[in-house]
């Protein structure tokens, strides 16, 4: 008899940590449950190479908790995965809601959910007896292919009008199409990071793609780039997630351009000036530098947008996609305006504040 009430104990024991630990794994719920979603609402099976999910699932907090755990389920369910670069963390501040993401490159379709706030606040046992569906307040089914909403602009405008994709439309409809156009994982990461895919993170991989040509690093142990982002845009974050330049790291000095001394440069030197890159030997304390320019206006012309007439949402997707075409041959959109050896001295004055480092650089 005390052996059959030991295992009853060790059994109730057993039982409710494993209760505990479903009710708490509400973040997997979330990630197979919209995944089951995904994949009935876009006919897909799991491991479909026609399928990219895009979530902020880990940045989103739910009940005081965040949601990693969804990406978990996600993937299970799926067969996405980040290794397999059909699955993607798209940054967003912590206080905005959970969303889930799915596009079929092949047919044109996406999915997009957002979790219902009454299944956030249910138990394990309530949730389980519910359909998969039942978890989201939101669920849309729209056509997100590029050229097909171009085609039927008004499609489009009710997309974008109606946030049919919770407020996300430009930055869901812009990674997955450049996803579905061939754009590399780098690329992907940098702009999940950037939290959108716009012409200026664009220029930024242009750029990283024209330094690693003409600008290489050549000692990595000893070696990295810093970016005297003057003037700054979106391309610094594509500099902090492929080269890992960061202010935290001292290397990355962004300031301001004024509009007068940005027209002086851009006449002077017929393109805008797109900021500094030096490559920095940590050993040597010795460097070399690139003050360089980017020219959005032969994009603009070349891909069709710079007399834009059309709807007011397309012209920057366009532009993302048709830019593309430029990773391999950066040196069509990015020139160099000056190049300069660099040492010490001249590495403070370029990153003190307050200096306009094309003038420190005798540019003015």
């Not at 995944?35 to 876009?42: T, Y």
């Not at 006919?43 to 190479?49: C, T, Y």
């Not at 997630?241 to 001394?261: C, H």
């Amino acid at each position: 008899m005390r052996r059959i009430t030991s295992l009853l104990v060790i059994a109730c024991c057993l039982i409710i940590p494993t209760y505990a630990l479903a009710d708490e794994d509400l973040a997997y719920d979330l990630g197979s449950r919209a995944a089951e979603v995904g994949m009935d609402l876009l006919k897909f099976e799991a491991g479909d190479g026609n399928i990219l999910a895009l979530t902020n699932a880990g940045h989103a907090v739910i009940k005081g908790k965040t949601t990693e755990r969804a990406l978990t389920g996600l993937s299970q369910k799926s067969g996405l995965f980040n290794g397999d670069n059909n699955l993607f963390q798209v940054n967003r501040p912590n206080w905005k809601p959970l969303w889930f993401y799915f596009y079929n490159k092949k047919s044109g379709m996406a999915a997009y959910m957002e979790p219902d706030s009454e299944f956030l606040s249910m138990s394990a046992e309530e949730r389980a007896s519910l359909s998969a569906d039942k978890a989201f307040s939101q669920v849309s089914l729209i056509v997100a292919d590029l050229d097909a909403m171009l085609a039927s602009p008004n499609d489009g405008n009710i997309t974008f009008n109606k946030k049919k994709f919770g407020g996300n439309e430009f930055s869901l409809i812009g990674i997955s199409n450049s996803w579905a156009a061939g754009a590399d994982y780098d690329f992907m990461n940098a702009a999940a990071f950037h939290d959108h895919l716009c012409p200026g993170i664009n220029s930024g991989y242009l750029i990283i793609k024209y330094v690693a040509k003409n600008l290489p690093i050549t000692n990595a142990a000893a070696e990295t780039y810093i970016d005297i982002g003057c003037p700054n845009w979106c391309k610094e974050d594509a500099f902090q997630m492929i080269w890992d330049s960061t202010p935290g790291k001292n290397s990355m000095f962004v300031m301001a351009l004024s509009p007068e001394d940005e027209k002086i440069l851009t006449a002077k030197y017929g393109t805008r000036p797109a900021g500094i890159i030096i490559r920095w030997n940590d050993g040597t304390k010795t460097g070399k530098g690139l003050a360089l320019g980017f020219d959005f206006d032969i994009v603009s012309e070349e891909i069709g947008v710079a007399d834009w007439t059309g709807p007011a949402w397309a012209p920057k997707l366009i532009q993302d996609i048709g830019m593309m075409e430029y990773t391999d041959r950066p040196e069509a959109v990015v020139t160099t305006l000056k190049e300069f050896d660099v040492d010490e001295p001249l590495l403070t004055k370029l990153k003190t504040a307050g200096n306009n480092p094309y003038k420190v650089l005798g540019m003015m």
